[in-house]
Nanobody, 115 residues
Framework: QVQLVESGGGLVQPGGSLSLSCAAS????????MGWYRQALGKQRDLVAD???????YYADSVKGRFAISRDNAKNTVYLQMNSLKPEDTAVYYC?????????WGQGTQVTVSS
């Protein structure tokens, strides 16, 4: 059974940094794309960033220049380095992977940016 497990969330002050990671287990498939969505309280889930196996990347305008996505295909792991964090980055961050036309999701990790 394919599982995606996130880690690295927490509380950080505005201007600070956090690093998220998401590791796939129970599979040796190579996800066509991996990435991160986030959902703030009372809002829809939005795409933050994603990356293909060929390392082509996409970033939402709101995080360009502050967040960096990377992946280790050998470890089936995707990372999100978040810098210059703002209170509006506060959300539950969900990892996902695309394989065989299906999205697989992690359980989510809370990121709170507050002084």
């Amino acid at each position: 059974q394919v599982q995606l497990v996130e880690s690295g969330g927490g509380l950080v002050q505005p201007g600070g940094s956090l690093s998220l990671s998401c590791a796939a287990s129970g599979t040796t498939v190579s996800f066509a794309a991996m990435g991160w969505y986030r959902q703030a309280l009372g809002k829809q889930r939005d795409l933050v960033a994603d990356i293909t196996t060929g390392t082509s990347t996409y970033y939402a305008d709101s995080v360009k220049g502050r967040f960096a996505i990377s992946r280790d295909n050998a470890k089936n792991t995707v990372y999100l380095q978040m810098n210059s964090l703002k209170p509006e980055d506060t959300a539950v961050y969900y990892c996902y992977g695309v394989y065989g036309g299906r999205n697989y999701w992690g359980q989510g990790t809370q990121v709170t940016v507050s002084s």
